[in-house]
């Protein structure tokens, strides 16, 4: 069921955002020949007075076809017969009706879950075992400003940024004590060893030696190397090939090694089902887990600021991923299209504890996308809406420069030539959606 309301979520943005430019296009008196919902063949159509309005059998896409969008026209209400700033305008109301759209979304998704309160930034508790505590750490009353350099506002802010500096394991941050700016360059995300959680009934290895590994011990290192993740722990196991192994553990405050400790995989007897394992379970004590932050009033006017806080959130989080894939952190395979993202909606429709928590978490992510949308279009890439402003303004240039207009032909080749290639850009991110829903 969740993914018919995908489809559709996603259909409205792209209407929504074509009919920005449509709307704008008639305010601004400049001929539109045709608007359409989807792509591909026609479906259904019908001539109004001057427009074609036609509904296409793929529901991923749209268009507002102006009259002279990619050739001069004489026609004074050609879009290219229009003043430069009228033509910026309708060019920036699609991605305008998005954001928009995105806004009141978030805004009746706020008021409709109707929060008690809001998650802060001031820490107003720290788990016990938290380390990097003190007047070169945290502490309680401190306000978190900033996680690498990302300004934060609540709770939520903090979650997402540690996640992006995760792999290098450490974060810069900019607190506030005492109405004093503070900055802890390279904090750590992680304390230095796992914790032993948990031990399965009949552990071999206790039970053959007098060393003993106990719930409550960190360890700290295996064969001189040291841990640092739960991961680290059977990479470092593994790579003993099943030998002994000397481990490092801190227990009661004291140091304790474990030399030549037996500690390989056995099938152990876990539900009535036998499992191939070391027999451990960790946990591990991070900054993010560790913290716990003040509560803020859900007052009318917190709302209103929460609702749009998070709409321009989502702007920062689109230049982050942006930054990302510009530096290589994230790669072309990492891109999802229309595919994937209907299939991420309904997702995170089924994932969600209740049906309308389904449909409130889905219409947030609708809000994320119409944000996507509407700044990917600003961008100054040919074929898109940013790539049309950004033309407009350097022909503008040119022009002044030679003192006569040039055709509008040529550039209407160049956004010929990009929209063949974001097409094929598209196709690639369809086979590569499909695939990797297909894998999973």
Sequence with gaps: MYIFFAIVAFGILIVVHELGHFFAAKLLDVKVNEFAIGMGPK????????????????????FCAMHGEDEGSIDPRAFTSKKRWKRTVILVAGGAANFLTAFIIILIVTFASSPATFTGTTITGIADGFKNTGEHGLMVGDTIISVDGERLYYAEDFSTFLQLAARSGYTDLVIERNGESIT????????????????????????????QLLVGDVIISINGENVYLIADVS????????????????????????????????????????EHRYGLTFDQASLSRSLAFNRIDATFFEKLNYSFYSTMNNVRLIRVSIAMLISGAAGVRDLGGPVAIVDMMNTIGQQSPSFWDGIANIADFTAFIGVNLAIVNLLPIPALDGGRIFFIAVTWGIEK????????????????????????????????????IINA
Excluded at 43 to 62: D, I, N, V
Excluded at 200 to 211: A, K, L, S, W
Excluded at 245 to 258: A, C, F, Q, S, Y
Excluded at 416 to 426: F, N, P, Q, S
């Design 184 to 211: 802890l360059s390279r904090f750590p995300l992680r304390q230095h060893g796992v914790v032993v959680y948990d031990i399965v009934d009949y552990f071999i290895p206790n039970i053959m030696g007098e060393q």
């Design 235 to 274: 990479e470092k196991l593994d790579s003993a090939q099943g030998g002994n192994v000397d481990i490092v553990v801190i227990r009661n405050d004291e140091t304790i090694t474990l030399t030549d400790f037996p500690l390989r995989r056995h099938d152990y007897t876990i539900n009535d089902q036998v």
């Design 43 to 62: 479906l259904l159509k019908k001539q109004g007075k001057e427009t074609l309005y036609t509904l296409r059998a793929l529901p991923f896409g749209g």
């Design 401 to 436: 420069i030679i003192r006569r207009k040039l055709d509008p032909k040529y550039e209407g080749y160049i956004h010929g030539v990009a929209l063949i290639l974001l097409l094929c850009l598209m196709g690639f991110m369809v086979i590569n959606d499909v695939l990797r």
